[in-house]
């Protein structure tokens, strides 16, 4: 099992950057792949990114270009740095694991973005 803590959301305006941090505990050697979701109000649940153990990376087509997710492994912790951010960016992201096809999620952090 895999505990996520995430942190960074924040409110920002129109154009500027966050970066959203998860921790990962447990049974991080198993991990497969470590992605960031979001849910807007009204909307289901959607991937943002995700980086595969060997390093490869996968990004939704709406923040290609704007978005990076990268990892330290000696901390243990993958990061989403988001740029040039959207209102339609406005959600609450989720840092996910998978291990051996099963999922864990964090508690969430609220991202804003607003004039």
């Known amino acids: 099992q895999v505990q996520l803590v995430e942190s960074g959301g924040d409110w920002v305006q129109p154009g500027g950057s966050l970066r959203l941090s998860c921790a990962a505990s447990g049974s991080i050697l198993r991990i497969y792949s470590m992605g960031w979701y979001r849910q807007a109000p009204g909307k289901q649940r959607e991937l943002v990114a995700v980086i595969i153990s060997g390093g490869s990376t996968n990004y939704a087509d709406s923040v290609k270009g704007r978005f990076t997710i990268s990892r330290d492994n000696a901390k243990n912790t993958v990061y989403l740095q988001m740029n040039s951010l959207k209102p339609e960016d406005t959600a609450v992201y989720y840092c996910?694991?998978?291990?051996?096809?099963?999922?864990?999620w964090g508690q969430g952090t609220q991202v804003t973005v607003s004039s």
């Open positions: 996910n694991a998978r291990v051996l096809k099963v999922d864990s």
